[in-house]
T-cell receptor, first 113, second 116 residues
Framework: AQSVSQHNHHVILSEAASLELGCNYS??????LFWYVQYPGQHLQLLLK??????LVKGIKGFEAEFIKSKFSFNLRKPSVQWSDTAEYFC???????????FGAGTILRVKS | DTEVTQTPKHLVMGMTNKKSLKCEQH?????MYWYKQKAKKPPELMFV???????INESVPSRFSPECPNSSLLNLHLHALQPEDSALYLC???????????????FGDGTRLSIL
């Protein structure tokens, strides 16, 4: 069975600071990887996904993530955060041909203006 | 706005009531999902329907009964719920497996359920 570990539960940054949120997964086979964001009072939205090809994937709003297979990691990055990035971020994984999506515990990001 | 519509947004019910949660999508997706999300926790998968057939039941108690009347609709029938069932119930949809791998799930706003 898959499992996902997110390293930080709460992160506080000032505007313009760089962001990196850690995500490691555990699964014996090939996976698809996702980052979702949940802004306050809103539904879960897809930030970006990886399923094959270039391990550096770019998503919406300037976010990117790098899949490092040897480390079972899929860390999320943004060079310069904005106050509007305040939200909860979830890393998620499913098996390559499966549709059971397993979420990490989430990281709450607060950006101070 | 999300393309997955859930109704009602809020529901308060007693332990002996019967109610239903509804979910609708018009994106042509052939996989639909129910998740349960407790406060400060990630969503946890309950059920998956693939091409209108139940494909995954994550050992959910029988007081929760899913139904997929057609490819656009997903219901969750509730009966004799317990206070610990109070949570946000999320519906999601994705393209079916025949559309290839890596299809992301699109989530609705959820129904916030409170059991008295």
């Amino acid at each position: 069975a898959q499992s996902v570990s997110q390293h930080n539960h709460h992160v506080i940054l000032s505007e313009a600071a760089s962001l990196e949120l850690g995500c490691n997964y555990s699964y014996g086979g090939t996976v698809n990887l996702f980052w979702y964001v949940q802004y306050p009072g809103q539904h879960l939205q897809l930030l970006l996904k990886y399923f094959s090809g270039d391990p550096l994937v770019k998503g919406i709003k300037g976010f990117e993530a790098e899949f490092i297979k040897s480390k079972f990691s899929f860390n999320l990055r943004k060079p310069s955060v904005q106050w509007s990035d305040t939200a909860e971020y979830f890393c998620a994984v499913n098996a390559k041909y499966g549709n059971k999506l397993v979420f990490g515990a989430g990281t709450i990001l607060r950006v101070k203006s | 706005d999300t393309e997955v519509t859930q109704t009602p947004k809020h529901l308060v019910m007693g332990m002996t009531n019967k109610k239903s949660l509804k979910c609708e999508q018009h994106m042509g997706h052939r996989a639909m999902y129910w998740y349960k999300q407790k406060a400060k926790k990630p969503p946890e998968l309950m059920f998956v329907y693939s091409y209108e057939k139940l494909s995954i039941n994550e050992s959910v108690p029988s007081r929760f009964s899913p139904e997929c009347p057609n490819s656009s609709l997903l219901n969750l029938h509730l009966h004799a719920l317990q206070p610990e069932d109070s949570a946000l119930y999320l519906c999601a949809s994705s393209q079916g497996r025949l559309s290839g791998v890596g299809q992301p799930q699109h989530f609705g706003d959820g129904t916030r359920l409170s059991i008295l």
